[in-house]
Structures are given as structure tokens and as C-alpha cells.
């Protein structure tokens, strides 16, 4: 059973997405490859873990050697953002089909493509989701994979390859901003990013910005009606 | 780095990562979640996306020459892409090559 019109559809939204994984990815499998890792590690990884930042921070803690327990709270600690972003979608995913893989594949840009982007209310909206999410994956997928081929036969410089993850945030912070017109929510956001990379250690910060922007929403929540 | 050890650490960071994912949906799924979760719903996607640029630059150290400039440029060029074309594609590719020149070539 194949539906054209909603894939196509997710297609399209997904393209820049496909930019960004297929480098990203890429520079994951490089970067794996060439720190001793076999080529098809990176490609299983991609493949059952699927969260960009938390292999990039695998591989070093592989390298390591460190503990499971260590591994287990530094990967949950680099992901808590996530544990919010389900929220969003509680309403979207109530009648979705192979709703623990879309879970599964929750991922920064499929998160903000499900919650930025308004489909069209005639897609069949659960073969839409499920595509988006397949499609997604199959770039992450797909940049590790030539990233870690690319990696056993040619060398070259990809220093500041990885800003392609911030350009991104930024994109994606930018179409927010056209949707809602209101900046308070990006100052807000931008303060406690700011004192979280003051006040505590670079591996806290995320958590820390996180917890500190939420307890501001409720302090001034007012500034956020419109 | 033996199998064994690379298989359960990997296998690690696949539970502790669906769990961050799968929380909501654990807790949240029976009943309707309080007003609280829906303002947090509403209004943490902007927020989340200005911290995750600022997090994605959390390596560059802000205390030594060139203090973030080449960062703060890039994000600025890719920015002004994006408000003017509106493409991801042209903001992405344009500004990551912009950044690569910037740390490679200046």
C-alpha cells in the first residue's frame, strides 16, 4: 500500500532536512570512521540510536571506554530536550500507524517539521507522518553511510563542517519566528542559554538553559499571549 | 574496544534514548495533560531552538581571539539568507561553506 500524493508531499517538506542530515550524517560517518571505528558501527548507529548529537558525543565516549551507567546518564542528559518535544505532538499522534517507530524517530528537525509546517488538511495525515519520519531517517542513514565509505578512501578538511548544525537552528528559529511575531520567546531563550553557559559546565548546559527558560515561561507568562 | 563492550555500550544509549523520547507519550496519553503542559507545548519551540543554536556553539571558546566573531558572523550571514530567500537550502548550504572558508582560509 503506497500513497504518492502524502509522500510526495513529505518529500517536500523534508528537503531541508535531507540537506542537513545528508551532511550531518556525512560528517558523522567521517568523523567515526576515522576515529577507529568500523564503518558499519557508524551505519548501526544511525540506524538504532538516530540522534545526531548524542553519536556525535558517542563516539567519544566509546573511545573512552566509559562506563554504561556514565554512558547512560550523559545520553539521557544530552536528550531531556527531547522528553518535552512528545508534548507537542500527544494531539498529532493519537491516530498515527507504527506510532513507536514516529516516537522512535522524534528527532530536532523531524520534531520541528511535524510542529512548524501546517500540512494540508486533505493528506491522508498518518501515511504523511509516517513517510516524513522514514524519509528523515533514510538521510541520516544515507549521509553516515557515504561519510564512512568517504572516510575509508579520501581524506580532506572538514573543519566547520559541523556548523551545518547551527545554520539549521537557526533556520528552524527563524521560520518559528514567522509563525508566532514574537520575539520574547527567543530573548528568553537566549538569556538562559547564556547563563547556562556562564554558570555550569558545557555538558550541563543544555539541561540546565532548558530547566532555567522554563521556569522563566511561567514567571512571564503574560509575555506570551498575543 | 571489545564487541561485547561496544554492543552494550550502544545498547545503552538506544533505551536511554527512546525513553527521552517515549516519556510523554508514557505519561500523558490517558488523560488529557493539565494547563501547565499545554502552555510548555504552546510556547517551548521557539525557546528550544534559539538554546540548541546557542548549545551548538557551546565548544567555541568566547574568551580568546576571535572571541565567536567567525560563529556570530556565520550565524548572521545565514540568518539574513533565510529572511531574504526563505530557502532552507540556499541558508544552510551557503552559510556552512561561508563558516568553512571563515576557519579554514581567513
Redesign the interface.
Known sequence: MFHPREFKAALKVS??VM??YL?LGFAFGLLAVSS?FKWY?AI??SL????GA?QFL?IG???L??G?LD??IA??MV??????????L?KK?KKVIF??YL??A?T?ETY?LL??IKEPDSLKKKWYYLYLSVLNQSYWVTGTTLGAIFGLSVSF?T????????????????E??KK?K?YF??L???V???L??VLVP?EN??LV??LL??VA??IF?KK?EK | MSSEYLFFAIATMVIANYLTRVFPFLFFIKHSPPKFVLFIENNFPPIIMTILIIYSLSSIDFKVAPYGAKEILAVMVTAILHFKFGNYLVSIFAGTIFYMLLVQVV
Open positions: 528537503v531541508p540537506m542537513g551532511v577507529g558501527i548501526i548507529m538504532i540510536i538516530y540522534a548524542l558517542a565516549l566509546l573511545s571506554k566509559s554504561y554512558i547512560f545520553s539521557i536528550n531531556i530536550r527531547q522528553s518535552f518535544y512528545g508534548l507537542s500527544l499522534f506510532k513507536p516516537i522512535f522524534l530536532d520541528a510542529t512548524t578538511n573543519k566547520g563542517l559541523d556548523f551545518s548544525l547551527t545554520a539549521l537552528f537557526v533556520v528552524l528559529a527563524i518559528q519566528y508566532i514574537n520567546p527567543f528568553l531563550g537566549a538562559a542559554s547564556l547556562g553557559l558545557r548546559m543544555l538553559s532548558i527558560s522554563l515561561m511561567f507568562s506570551f
